[in-house]
């Protein structure tokens, strides 16, 4: 997995590209853009809760910092980390 952990600043945004019922959960940093792989189906926010899990391990900060502000149905996402 990815170390996304140089972009941990509270305050930051970071877009993410999420491909869901992917075939293994991942993360890869391609340049500027970061695209997450999971296995879960995007029913019901189970993908949305898929994506804060791995993102938030390669960024090395707790779930709750990260909050999903554009993009809940778009596979384009904005996550903000809180303080």
């Not at 293994?24 to 019901?44: H, K, L, S, W």
């Not at 949305?48 to 938030?56: R, S, Y």
């Not at 900060?61 to 809180?82: S, Y």
């Amino acid at each position: 997995m990815s170390d996304l952990s140089h972009l941990a600043r509270p305050g930051a945004e970071i877009p993410v590209r999420v491909t869901p019922k992917a075939s293994r959960n991942a993360i890869a940093a391609e340049g500027d853009a970061i695209r997450v792989y999971v296995t879960t189906v995007p029913e019901g926010g189970k993908a949305n809760a898929a994506v804060v899990k791995l993102l938030a391990e390669a960024l090395g900060v707790p779930k709750t910092r990260l909050k999903l502000i554009r993009g809940a149905t778009a596979r384009d996402k904005v996550f903000r980390i809180t303080e």
